[in-house]
């Protein structure tokens, strides 16, 4: 019904000028441009979520081919960072492993061939036995990814990734937060 009336208030610019043969009064910089429907405003927000989640993936791509680790982050009241849970943590609440499957569907992306939504699942199930920096959890890890060096570095990144506490904000909050800083990339 709402589209209706936007259709019938505000015809089409181009064709009034066909009509006439100059423009309509709608076509004026002072004019407001008639409103959206729902259907547009919902594919422009899908379309700018796509582009935020491929620069995102991008970003990730260039952290782990530059072999860029985020600095230690310590923990403290000031930057809100907790040690890391353990096992233990990961059983007693369970919204760690929760939000680490948010952070590990992006992540994991960055390696093509990985079974993605397997080990969204499986990665913090298993975190509630192993520790992350175990050599049994690294082992795991790099016969998945097929690379030693970037099984410890996923290793690194997922616990800076739950010590944050940012999971619940969501991802733009956490790659936002100040305390999280790289290595610049060597020339």
């Known amino acids: 019904m709402f589209e209706e009336q936007v259709e019938r208030v505000s015809p089409d610019p181009a064709s009034t000028t066909e009509q006439t043969g ?4 709608t076509d004026s910089p002072s004019a407001e441009p008639a409103p959206l429907s729902l259907q547009e405003l919902r594919h422009r927000e899908e379309a700018r979520h796509r ?6 993936l991008l970003e990730r791509r260039r952290i782990y081919q530059y072999h860029l680790y985020a600095k230690h982050v310590a923990s403290n009241r000031y930057t809100k960072y907790k040690p890391y849970p353990g096992p233990a943590g990961f059983r007693r609440n369970p919204a760690h492993a929760r939000l680490l499957a948010t952070f590990l569907q992006r992540e994991l992306q960055v390696w ?3 079974d ?7 990665i913090p199930a298993m975190l509630s036995y ?3 920096t175990s050599d049994g959890m690294l082992e795991r890890l790099t016969e998945w990814i097929g690379d030693a060096s970037d099984a410890r570095h996923l290793a690194h990144e997922i616990e800076l990734f739950v010590r944050s506490g940012l999971g619940s904000l969501g991802l733009d909050q956490y790659d936002k937060n100040p305390w999280l800083q790289y290595d610049t990339v060597p020339n």
């Open 22 to 25: 100059s423009p309509s009064p």
């Open 51 to 56: 582009r935020h989640l491929r620069q995102s």
């Open 112 to 114: 093509p061939h990985l």
């Open 116 to 122: 993605v939504p397997f080990l969204c699942y499986y």
């Open 130 to 132: 192993v520790d992350i």
